[in-house]
């Protein structure tokens, strides 16, 4: 039988590299982006060797209508895999209001919402997954990253909560925290600042997209059947 995944925020890093893991593994793809449409287009191509099936669809998810566009573009599913984040830098008393809206919205009302509203169809199947893609910093908290860390939190407060109203439904939901990845989040950083974050790191470097999707795809699989609430870190040894 046909197994699809939702993955949100595809023309990112982590995204792309989770489509491409995902689609070696035989799922096909809803693939969400927002403004990226070149990088949607590239990734299609780079899929196009796998026999699956590619569905892009593109939609806000900082707006109530882009949410409800990308519920109602969703069909059979077996599960969903949220990576779609943003982030802000600065000082929380600096922090315009218009930031926080757009990071709650996000990182926590959108993946919520597509969850309840998708989870009728997920409990068709015997069994599904799910997996948020937080932060270390959802984990301990960034100075200067305030917004961003409590809106991650708030994704592994929701994971571990919600993983034991569906566990017995054959849902499944799990949450990866990544550290540093080596993505266009960084770009914020200098090359030196950059350097200064790998030495703090026990391994000495930021992650791959690739180590980070392959984790996803270990709790996508059934080597993960017995494992829901929980939320595996991906940081190197930066925080344990």
Not at 131 to 137: A, D, G, M, Q
């Amino acid at each position: 039988m046909k197994k699809y995944v939702l993955i949100t925020g595809a023309s990112g890093g982590i995204g792309k590299a989770t489509a491409i893991e995902l689609a070696k593994k035989g799922w096909n793809l809803y693939l969400h982006y927002n403004q990226n449409t070149v990088a949607v287009k590239q990734l299609l191509n780079e899929l196009t060797p796998y026999d699956v099936e590619l569905i892009p669809i593109q939609a806000d998810l900082s707006t109530d209508e882009g949410i409800e566009k990308l519920i109602n573009n969703i069909f059979h599913i077996n599960a969903i895999c949220y990576v779609s984040g943003i982030s802000h830098y600065g000082l929380f008393i600096d922090t315009p209001d218009e930031i926080l809206n757009k990071m709650w919205k996000i990182h926590m009302y959108a993946p919520m919402k597509i969850i309840k509203e998708l989870l009728p169809k997920l409990m068709r199947n015997s069994t599904s997954q799910i997996v948020l893609v937080s932060s270390i910093w959802g984990q301990t908290g960034a100075s200067c990253e305030v917004a961003y860390s409590t809106v991650k939190g708030a994704q592994l407060a929701f994971v571990k909560a919600f993983s034991k109203e569906v566990a017995r439904n054959g849902v499944r939901i799990n949450a990866v925290a990544p550290g540093a990845v080596d993505t266009n989040m960084l770009a914020m950083f200098s090359q030196e600042e950059k350097l200064e974050i790998e030495e703090d790191i026990p391994i000495g470097r930021f992650a791959s997209p690739n180590e980070v999707s392959n984790t996803i795809s270990f709790l996508l699989s059934e080597k993960s059947s017995y494992i829901t609430g929980q939320v595996l870190s991906v940081n190197g040894g930066w925080y344990t």
